[in-house]
Antibody, heavy 123, light 107 residues
């Protein structure tokens, strides 16, 4: 069964840091681009960051550029999101999502989503 | 940056057809996809490459994309289809973009 399991969320003070993890199973992890998508309470989906299968290319939303860093360890089938200089507006459920098609770059949709991990930024 | 626009809400009676639109500059030149999200759950892909349904998605879900508008159509809408729906596309400058979401009410 294809599965994504996020972890690492929690309560953090403004200006603090947090690292999220996403453990993948049931597919050849290194062949697929992966993304982080967040959803603030009561709001819509916001794409945060993406990384291709090899890890050689990354993309970020303007709202997190320079503060967040996406990475992956293909030997551990795990995706990461390092979040620094956190702000109240970063409070959200963070989902990891798998690209639909395995290729050298990004495909056309996300076919598998994790259950999400909640990040709360508050003093 | 690239933007996708959706109506905040759409209402439909059970058994009728619901149409949810997603607008973006030259969206028809890109692939659009759609997700369904029910309260407390993760999003589920219901349409990809404008018109294709993933395995397990009912045939009543269909999609189209032309010009500046992509449309998700639900034929014979059922109460279980009540959910939030999001369109998504890839833009070469902005990367992945989501629409703001549409709340579908079946009443």
């Amino acid at each position: 069964e294809v599965q994504l399991v996020e972890s690492g969320g929690g309560l953090v003070q403004p200006g603090g840091s947090l690292r999220l993890s996403c453990a993948a199973s049931g597919f050849t992890f290194s062949s697929y681009a992966m993304s982080w998508v967040r959803q603030a309470p009561g709001k819509g989906l916001e794409w945060v960051s993406a990384i291709i299968g090899s890890g050689g290319s990354t993309n970020y939303a303007d709202s997190v550029k320079g503060r967040f860093s996406i990475s992956r360890d293909n030997s551990k089938n795990t995706l990461y999101l390092q979040m620094n200089s956190l702000r109240a507006e970063d409070t959200a459920v963070y989902y990891c999502a798998k690209d639909r098609v395995g290729s050298g770059s990004y495909s056309d949709a996300f076919d598998i989503w994790g259950q999400g991990t909640m990040v709360t930024v508050s003093a | 940056s690239y933007e996708l626009t959706q109506p905040p809400s759409v209402s439909v009676s059970p058994g009728q057809t619901a149409s949810i639109i997603c607008s973006g500059d030259k969206l028809g030149d890109k692939y659009a996809c759609w997700y369904q999200q029910k309260p407390g759950q993760s999003p589920v892909l219901v349409i990809y490459q404008d018109t294709k349904r993933p395995s397990g998605i009912p045939e009543r879900f269909s999609g189209s994309n032309s010009g500046n508008t992509a449309t998700l159509t639900i034929s014979g809408t059922q109460p279980m289809d009540e959910a939030d729906y999001y369109c998504q596309a890839w833009d070469s400058r902005t990367a992945w973009v989501f629409g703001g979401g549409t709340k579908l009410t079946v009443l």
